[in-house]
């Protein structure tokens, strides 16, 4: 009875060794990811420049993309080279394609408006925000937050606010999906 107890603790140990080994080079979410729905604001002028948005000719007409985080976007000086956000401390992205970035030069404006909105289209639109916040030395890592905004003619669709873990980077996703022109000419 010793020697299957024996058996069994091995099996166990040499289980999970063998589970760990495997599991440990997958991939893994980031946990700081968030999807959230969205509302507007006012207006601001947009200090933005637009790439290959990839967008439906004419749909994002009226609509703005509007980032305001609570501090100043910095590129982050121990980042890897080949990574978007070292080079910027501000980066938008959808589908892999870098829509916007803020190069941390100058004073930081407060809010970006991107107008009109890059990529926007029909149904549902993911855009991946990255800001890096400047390296303090008040002592303790403090956690941060970008707020975005979808704004319709200056009026707030949809609204998210992304945050970050205490010294760490801001990610997450902004989802959006706005009404349709028949859902428009309908009221809905």
Do not use: C, K
């Not at 700081?32 to 439906?56: F, L, R």
């Amino acid at each position: 009875m010793r020697l299957l107890g024996v058996a069994l603790i091995w099996a166990v140990i040499a289980g999970a060794l063998g589970l760990f080994l495997v599991m440990r080079d997958r991939p893994v979410q980031p946990a700081t990811v968030q999807e959230v729905a969205v509302h507007v604001a006012p207006q601001q002028e947009s200090n933005a420049t637009d790439s290959a948005t990839g967008s439906a000719p004419g749909y994002a007409a009226g609509y703005a993309l509007e980032i305001t985080p609570t501090f100043s976007p910095a590129p982050d000086p121990y980042a890897l080279e080949d990574d978007p956000v070292s080079r910027s401390g501000l980066v938008v992205s959808l589908n892999g394609h870098v829509l916007y970035t803020y190069d941390g030069g100058g004073a930081f404006p407060g809010s970006i408006v991107l107008q009109p909105a890059p990529g926007l289209g029909p149904g549902v639109t993911e855009y991946l925000v990255e800001a890096a916040p400047p390296l303090g030395e008040e002592g303790m890592p403090q956690q941060q937050a970008v707020r975005m905004r979808l704004l319709r003619h200056g009026t707030a669709v949809a609204e998210q606010t992304l945050w970050s873990e205490p010294g760490g980077v801001v990610r997450g996703t902004f989802r959006v999906e706005p009404a349709t022109p028949e859902e428009d000419a309908h009221g809905g």
